[in-house]
Structures are given as structure tokens and as C-alpha cells.
């Protein structure tokens, strides 16, 4: 994936979209809407998150569907198989020592159709960096609705009928913070992370793991966990 570049200096600017942008729009929640019918058929709650939500897509956008809570990974990998989506990729990733394991299916050879849900119960703040980014429910696909969030460049999206508007968010938090429902915490914690990531060139990943193909993700976690002792005994706390 190309290196995505924040954007410093503030602008504000409407994108109205082409017809091929439209289009590109609708074939990517026309994708997503299938798979997260999967889940929602059977009662899981499910999120798409990213530009696919917001609608400011390109070409190397990824469909980023979500479970948000802790849910057992052979009943996710069950509803899918029943349904004709074999997994290309099966991989356990960590982004800091503190933040909870997720697992991820990734669906195409590309890597840009990618079901995702949490081994344990995510923070309050985890959950909030989805609203941050954008996401939208199922039925909320269903309605066409788009909603506003923050994309890689730390660029804030709101969406128009004739595309969207493009306003800063470093030195406009508070707003950003009211705008999207999130605490100014997690806007500044994003700002910091991203703006670091974008110093340092480095996706800060703390942890990932492929699964290997007869295991389980609860079981590549447990090895996961042997492997990284910081993370066994947070593990363990939790689970307390």
C-alpha cells in the first residue's frame, strides 16, 4: 500500500464527484452489503468503516468490515465458508502492547476485502477510533447513508450530495471532536499516532501473526501470547 502523507497546512476545498467516482462508490457498498449481510442474517452486529463510509474512495480503497465485540472466530469463519467467501489470509495483528488483539480475514488477493473482529472486549477509546475514521451500520448502507470521518491524511471528510467537504483537523480538534461524537482524547491521540507514523515511516504494528491453516484464532492467539509476555499479562489481567 502506498505511503499516505498528512496533510499539515490547513485548507478547506469541496470535491464534487465524477460519474466514475459514483460508480466506484456504489460497486464497493454494493460488495461490502453482501458479505455484511452474512452476519447481520444471523443477528451479529456489523460496521463498514473508512472511505467506503465516508464516500471519498480511489482505487486502493479497502472495503474494512467490522465486528465490534469479541465474538468466537469459528463461528465468523463458519457463516463465511456457508456462504461461498473462502479466506485468502488469516492473521492475528496487535497495534501497541495495550491495545486489544484483532483478528482479520482477508477475503480477495489484493487485500482490500477484510472482515475484522476483537479477541477480547475492546476499550471504550478502541471503539471510538472507528467513529473517528467513519463507519456506517448495515441498515444504514442499505438507506445510502454517508457519514462524516477523518481519512489517513488527517483530512476531516463531510459528505455532500455533490461529494464532500474537505476541512483540517490538526488545530481544529474540539470541533472535529464534536463534530464526529468522540472525546477530544482520542482526536489528539489520533493526530499524535498519525503524524509520528508519518515522521517516522513506519506503521508501528506491535504484533502480527498468520495463522497457520488448521488453527484456530483463539489457539494462534494463545501462541501469540506465549510469544509476547507483555501481552500474556495483560491478557490474564483481563481475564480476571
Request: no cysteine; aromatic share 4%.
Given at each position: 500500500m502506498p505511503r499516505v502523507k498528512i496533510r499539515r497546512i490547513p485548507e478547506f476545498r469541496e470535491v464534487i464527484y465524477s460519474e466514475e467516482h459514483w460508480k466506484l462508490l456504489r460497486e464497493l457498498r454494493l460488495l461490502a452489503l453482501r458479505v455484511m449481510s452474512v452476519f447481520t442474517s444471523s443477528g451479529i452486529e456489523v460496521w463498514l468503516h473508512g472511505s467506503v463510509a465516508r464516500g471519498d474512495v480511489s482505487g486502493d480503497s479497502d472495503v474494512d468490515i467490522v465486528i465490534p465485540m469479541k465474538i468466537q472466530g469459528y463461528l465468523v469463519e463458519y457463516l463465511l465458508e456457508k456462504n461461498n467467501y473462502k479466506p485468502r489470509t488469516r492473521y492475528i495483528v496487535v497495534a501497541t502492547p495495550t491495545t486489544t488483539p484483532k483478528a482479520v480475514i482477508v477475503l480477495d488477493d489484493y487485500e482490500r476485502l477484510i472482515v475484522s473482529f476483537p479477541l477480547l472486549d475492546f476499550k471504550p477509546r478502541e471503539l471510538e477510533f472507528y467513529k473517528f475514521g467513519g463507519y456506517v451500520k448495515y441498515t444504514d448502507l442499505l438507506?445510502?447513508?454517508?457519514?462524516?470521518?477523518?481519512?489517513?491524511?488527517?483530512?476531516?471528510?463531510?459528505?455532500?450530495?455533490?461529494?464532500?467537504?474537505?476541512?483540517?483537523?490538526?488545530?481544529?480538534?474540539?470541533?472535529?471532536?464534536?463534530?464526529?461524537?468522540?472525546?477530544?482524547?482520542?482526536?489528539?491521540?489520533?493526530?499524535?499516532?498519525?503524524?509520528?507514523?508519518?515522521?517516522?515511516?513506519?506503521?508501528?504494528?506491535?504484533?502480527?501473526?498468520?495463522?497457520?491453516?488448521?488453527?484456530?484464532?483463539?489457539?494462534?492467539?494463545?501462541?501469540?501470547?506465549?510469544?509476547?509476555?507483555l501481552l500474556y499479562r495483560k491478557f490474564m489481567t483481563l481475564e480476571e
Open positions: 438507506e445510502d447513508k454517508r457519514v462524516p470521518g477523518v481519512n489517513k491524511s488527517l483530512v476531516l471528510i463531510k459528505p455532500t450530495k455533490r461529494g464532500h467537504e474537505e476541512l483540517p483537523v490538526i488545530g481544529w480538534e474540539d470541533y472535529v471532536a464534536k463534530l464526529l461524537g468522540v472525546s477530544i482524547e482520542t482526536v489528539t491521540e489520533r493526530v499524535k499516532i498519525l503524524t509520528r507514523r508519518d515522521e517516522i515511516g513506519r506503521t508501528g504494528i506491535y504484533a502480527k501473526i498468520a495463522l497457520l491453516p488448521d488453527e484456530s484464532f483463539e489457539e494462534a492467539l494463545e501462541r501469540l501470547l506465549k510469544e509476547r509476555q
